[in-house]
């Protein structure tokens, strides 16, 4: 009688150590790329820096940015993400040197530009070709973001950063 008692608490006592196992494994990069705020909270509990840079040299807010994540670039930014924290390393169609603004800029996510641009983003960055988030609008033909970020960059007096 024992044994069919304990039974239950055993198998959900192993759910447990692996639902547990597999949060660990769960990186903080792909809490934010999935919009996972619990998982991102959890990461954070366990000691993750909220600015870690991957192994693709991508930050969590990039990557919640990359995939249009709202709530996950809204939370981190609550956190103390650093938004003007650039690429270490170029990655598909962005250069070392991008941020998560460029990728705003490069998709279009007018709605996380706004987010960015009131977090204090650095709007005229440049990446390791020299662009900014205005040129990639621009080469893009997003007038309606480039008319968003040309219309920040006017309201806090920021001049471009020249090219490198």
Request: some cysteine; glycine content about 4%; charged content about 20%.
């Amino acid at each position: 009688m024992n044994q069919k008692k304990s039974k239950p608490a055993y198998m959900a006592l192993l759910c447990l150590a692996a639902m547990t196992a597999m949060s660990c494994q769960m990186t903080l990069p792909r809490a934010a790329m999935t919009d996972d705020i619990t998982l991102i909270e959890k990461r954070l509990e366990l000691g993750d820096n909220i600015n870690m840079y991957d192994r693709y040299g991508w930050t969590p807010l990039m990557w919640a940015v990359y995939y249009n994540q709202q709530n996950a670039v809204k939370h981190l930014l609550s956190r103390g993400a650093n938004p003007n924290l650039p690429a270490r390393d170029d990655y598909g169609s962005f250069y070392r040197g991008a941020t998560p603004l460029m990728i705003c800029a490069m998709y279009d996510y007018k709605v996380l530009a706004d987010m960015l641009i009131v977090s204090g983003v650095n709007l005229t960055a440049r990446d390791r070709r020299g662009n900014s988030a205005v040129d990639i609008a621009e080469q893009n033909n997003l007038l309606e973001m480039m008319n968003l970020l040309t219309h920040a960059i006017k309201q806090r007096k920021e001049p471009l950063a020249p090219e490198h």
